[in-house]
């Protein structure tokens, strides 16, 4: 793969509405900055090329990385990181107008206002909450037994982080100006919904109904979660996201299947209705682990892009 093919790719979704009162936005977990797979990052911005979207929120990025993407991507792209120099990990890609010193870092993300070419202006946040103690292994685990023991490692990383992002946009304004500007929160949350995690869908979760925080915090705060607005029903429509190549799971040497499910999410307040949700992955299935390295797809979570209309 040579840049200069990228230049003539025709968007594989090119009815995005930006072109007129809407916006099509983006969560994509690299996986490492493309690092697992050949040609790794030429394929990110391939894929991203592919969905055409407004704006992306990346997760994993290597320091150095987004500078290269934006090359690929070209003009107009430009990248807002997170203020870390060794591992930004968040950043926001996107080909319109970044507004000045709208950017704020926290331990879990990155947020900035953003207008668009159209007149519209957005206030975005890409978020990577911490992966460690992930719930799914612990309420999977037949030696738990209470819910304070899954709810332990939520109250670790995620949690805190979550709350963290809320009250800097509290104390920036950001929701006090929602009516008029609409915020999104996009990312990979290392963690499930609580609204995936009910009574009918316990079976397949180790017998655990689990109000996940960070979903809750932000439905708390008015946030929709995009996905579930669109595809109510969780059983006919997971919406998986975990995982494109772990199918099983690696502190079991591989010997047991990884659960597999919806931990990267596109939520939203404000003036905004949303028509469409996508779980992408490409067009070849990607091989699993240990077969994944030629994967035309960079990535081990699904991306997931969505079209909105402002109202
Ligand atoms: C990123 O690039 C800058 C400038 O070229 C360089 O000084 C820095 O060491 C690089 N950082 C990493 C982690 O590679
Ligand atoms: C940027 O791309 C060049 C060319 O492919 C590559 O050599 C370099 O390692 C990349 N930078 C980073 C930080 O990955
Ligand atoms: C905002 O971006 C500027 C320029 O990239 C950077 O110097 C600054 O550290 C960023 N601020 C935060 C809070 O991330
Ligand atoms: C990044 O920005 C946050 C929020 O403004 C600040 O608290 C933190 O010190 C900054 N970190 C670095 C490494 O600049
Ligand atoms: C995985 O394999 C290693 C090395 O063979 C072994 O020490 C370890 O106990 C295994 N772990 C599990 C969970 O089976």
Known sequence: MTWWVLLVLVPLFPVSSSEHNGIRVMTFNIWQSGANVENGQQKIAKHILMINPDIVALQEVY???????????????????????DY????????????????????????????LRTGYTVGFWSLHLDYSSYGPYAANNKLVDRIEQIMAGENLGRGPQINEILNEMLLKKWL???????????????GPSHLDWTERTKKIHGDWVVRWPATKELEEQGFVDTYREIYPNVVSDPGITWSTVNKLNPEWNYTIPEPQDRIDFLFYKGPVVPYQ???????????????????????????????????
């Open 63 to 85: 320091a150095n990385v987004t500078r290269n993407l934006t090359m690929m991507l070209g003009h107009p792209w430009v990248a807002v990181e997170r203020n870390h120099s």
């Open 88 to 115: 930004p990990d968040t950043a926001i890609l996107t080909r319109h107008v970044v507004i000045p010193a709208t950017n704020l870092s926290t331990s879990g993300g990155v947020g900035v206002k953003i207008m």
């Open 176 to 190: 006090a100006a929602v009516d008029d500007v609409p915020i999104f929160v996009a990312g990979d949350f290392n």
């Open 277 to 311: 949700i996508l779980t992408y992955s490409g067009c070849e299935k990607p091989q699993r682990i240990p077969f994944h390295h030629a994967n035309d797809y960079p990535s081990d979570h699904f991306a997931v892009f969505a079209d909105y209309t402002f109202i």
